[in-house]
């Protein structure tokens, strides 16, 4: 599956993928007042914002998901519902892991919000393993929201 840099034309698509999939994986799990603020507005933002960092798989000829990083960090990881079960998302993973070696991190880190279960298992099949649980600062649009979530982390030395 291909993998390579956002483009500028993808903002819309990318941020349309981001709303969809934060609110499939996160709206019955997080606090009201987050999924209030997680409009498809604050993601077109936030979209625009790290489009230089995205890297993003395709799937029959259509954007099927996305990562960037942040340091030691795979900050954000959505696969489209559509492209679930086809490989996209392990060859997402791979790559933001050779990612995160190339920049020399020997131990990589993400969190995952608490009760996701189905990206839980995920990460877990992909190799990596359940940390401890943190209080994580994410962005919105009225600055960082503090919930709780599982930190995993996988060694890549």
């Known amino acids: 599956m291909p993998i390579r840099d956002a ?3 993808e903002t819309e698509t990318l941020a349309t993928l981001w709303h969809d ?3 499939d994986a ?17 993601f ?9 960092e995205m890297r993003v798989v395709e ?4 954007v099927a998901g996305f990562f960037y990083l942040r340091g030691d960090e795979l900050d954000q990881f959505y696969v489209a519902a559509e492209a679930r079960g086809t490989g996209a998302a392990a ?3 791979a790559d933001a892991e050779d990612g ?4 020399g991190v020997t131990t990589a880190w993400l969190a995952c919000a608490v009760g996701n279960e189905r990206a839980a298992r995920f990460y877990e099949k992909s190799g990596w393993r359940r940390a401890a649980t943190i209080d994580f600062a994410t962005e919105t649009t009225a600055g ?4 709780q979530a599982w930190r995993y982390e996988k060694k890549l030395a």
């Open 26 to 42: 996160h709206a019955a799990l997080v606090p009201q007042p987050l999924v209030t603020l997680r409009t498809l507005e604050s």
């Open 21 to 23: 999939g934060w609110h």
């Open 144 to 147: 960082p929201f503090v919930l």
């Open 100 to 103: 995160l070696r190339a920049a």
């Open 59 to 62: 799937h029959s000829g259509r």
């Open 44 to 52: 077109r933002a936030r979209t625009a914002t790290h489009l230089d």
């Open 91 to 93: 060859a997402l993973i």
């Open 7 to 9: 483009r500028p034309e």
